[in-house]
């Protein structure tokens, strides 16, 4: 199974004698499978078993799912249903005389929810062709979810792709950070002698410290600054996600890649809060920048 965003479309509609069929299925992110669900009035009891269906093939993702059974064009001339409208003049009217507002309008009326119907009683009322109605909208729906899927694959490869570009980047940044010069011992030994020769003011640092109390202090701060745990650590994050990214049938990948990046952003603060130098401030810096980017993507993938 092809790595799937949580993003994606579909739309299937299918036209049968005396009917037509429509489907529309969005989805967007969420941290499970949530599944909001409009049928048709009178098949409202289909809810479960195409909650069912879609169940099997996604796993996360918010969903809407629209289904509209709409007559055909002799069931479908519309009438207006006088009883609800006399509802809603005689409310708004009395609306408007407490409030002393304008009387409502007929086109504002028109357009309020059941005032407008079609005639549909043709179809409701013969149960053999109801189950006929039935079967095909369970039909049209497995198209729909399988729609769903290779949109969702589609963006899935889309980001894919991003994924790796942005771990190749976060590689060459781990690499450029164990090269950096300012972990080099002899480095931090004359960064620390050309801080003492500013404090002693005459240039000399043997006033307040002899050598090997120098080599002492140089021995403190290379432990301080050392940060080859986190870059190994990085490095092995990196393999992993690296090794999750090569298997297209690894389950709930989304989550598993959204930790990974939570443990490379950890160890990449730690990197900057031990730098000493403004180059590895500036690598690390970049590495955030990208683990940040490579997070805020991996929300989209399920």
Do not use: W
């Not at 599944?35 to 809810?47: G, V």
């Not at 409502?104 to 549909?120: K, W």
């Not at 039935?134 to 497995?142: L, M, P, S, T």
């Not at 745990?229 to 990085?234: A, G, I, M, N, Y």
């Amino acid at each position: 199974m092809a790595f799937q965003s949580m993003t994606g479309f579909s739309q299937i509609k299918s036209s049968e004698d005396q009917y037509d069929i429509e489907i529309e299925l969005r989805s967007v992110n969420g941290k499970g499978l949530d599944i909001r669900f409009r049928l048709p009035q009178d098949y409202s009891f289909l809810e479960q078993a195409l909650r069912k269906m879609l169940s099997e093939k996604i796993q996360r993702g918010s969903i809407q799912a629209s289904i509209n059974l709409v007559a055909g064009a002799e069931e479908s001339k519309p009438f207006i249903d006088q009883a609800i409208l006399q509802n809603y003049v005689h409310k708004a009217s009395d609306i408007a005389k407490a409030h002393d507002l304008e009387a409502p309008r007929v086109e504002a009326l028109m357009a309020l929810p059941g005032v407008i119907q079609f005639n549909t009683e043709g179809l409701a009322g013969d149960e053999i062709a109801c189950k006929a109605i039935e079967a095909n909208i369970k039909q049209c729906f497995e198209k729909a979810i399988d729609a769903l899927v290779q949109s969702r694959a589609s963006e899935g490869r889309g980001l894919i792709a991003l994924f790796k570009k942005q771990i190749t980047r976060m590689d060459e940044l781990v690499i450029a950070a164990s090269k950096d010069d300012s972990l080099q011992a002899d480095v931090m030994h004359e960064r620390l002698q050309k801080q003492l020769a500013l404090l002693d003011g005459d240039g000399s640092s043997d006033k307040n410290l002899d050598g090997d109390r120098l080599y002492q202090e140089v021995a403190i701060l290379i432990n301080r600054a050392d940060v080859k745990e986190e870059l190994d650590r990085l490095k092995a994050h990196i393999k992993a996600i690296q090794g999750l990214l090569s298997k297209s049938d690894e389950a709930a990948i989304g989550k598993k890649l959204d930790f990974l990046a939570q443990e490379l952003n950890r160890e990449a603060n730690t990197l900057c809060s031990k730098s000493i130098s403004p180059s590895l401030s500036a690598i690390g810096v970049d590495l955030k920048t990208t683990i940040d980017q490579f997070r805020e993507q991996v929300q989209n993938l399920q």
